[in-house]
């Protein structure tokens, strides 16, 4: 089978080299030149991986049409972007494909999940169907071949099937999983709760604070997800708690990152006027509260996240109204 990964980023180089140790057929297509001629001249991208020497057989374009050949296309993009991508390659694909998708968030105009925007810009007679390939891992561990494990999630069991297979091998496992609306509103809620423990880092709080945000984050993420159908088993998985684990414990996490500087400067100010990159906690944070307050579901970090993000409230505020909540019974 032919791999196309869409994205010269971290993630899709280093999606694209775990299917190249597998001995797979795969290729990375990125529109940046620079990136796209030191993978396939020079095999690294200093840019994400200072240090790393990447598999010689990685091969990387510009060209886009050489999806058009493709078994499967997987996309290593924010969010923000899949539509665009999906509407760029459509013209070249001339059999169905299945689609891998990596993006933990949501649609920027409508708010939908990623798995439904692929289906809406790609038709049936060209897709056979979206695999989200999703869970606890940072680029920076994968790419060096430390032990990984993720999950393929699909409403096609066969096709998770396929993915799973394709990518597995003795540092990355794959599992299946086909709640695939559970699955996607995990990874997109502990972006917005890796915010929240980036913040409280940077405020200066230690383990015992990490440990319970981890714990209300998981509480709020089942609350949230079982309310807009999702399976509760699910967020006790790969998905759910074992995203939340790594992307609110990482330095890796951009979420992590994130929300320490503003926690360090005590105002989200800093963040909006100097953030260069994709940050998708802090769109997520948005969507999750407005989807909160639509269906009456309690949030209350979700809240306070939100409210230091878009309404200026200054994050130590936020910690100490957190705490000085009506007390109540845990469970």
Known sequence: MKTVVIGSGSWG???????????????????NHEEVNEIQNEHTIKKFFPDVQL?????????????????????????????EVCQSILPYLTKKIIVVNTAKGFHPGNNDRMSNVIRDCIPSSKLSSVVSLIGPSHAEEVVLRMLTTICAVSLNEADAMTIQHLFSNNYFRVYRGNDELGSELGVAVKNAIALASGVLAGLGYGDNTKAALITRGLAEMIRFGTAMGGRQETFMGLTGIGDLV?????VHSRNFQAGYQ???????????????KTVEGVRTAKVLYELKEQHQIDMPIVDEIYKVLYEGKKPSVSARDLMLRELKAEL
């Open 262 to 276: 503003i926690g360090k400067a005590d105002d989200a100010q800093v963040f909006w006027q100097n953030n260069t």
């Open 55 to 83: 598999n010689p057989q990685l091969q990387a374009t510009a060209d886009l049409s050489v999806v058009k050949d493709a078994d499967v296309v997987l996309l290593s993009v924010p969010s923000i972007a899949i539509e």
């Open 246 to 250: 790594v992307t609110c414990t990482s």
């Open 13 to 31: 180089t280093a999606l694209a080299q775990v299917l190249v140790d597998n001995g797979q057929d795969c290729i990375i297509w990125g529109k």
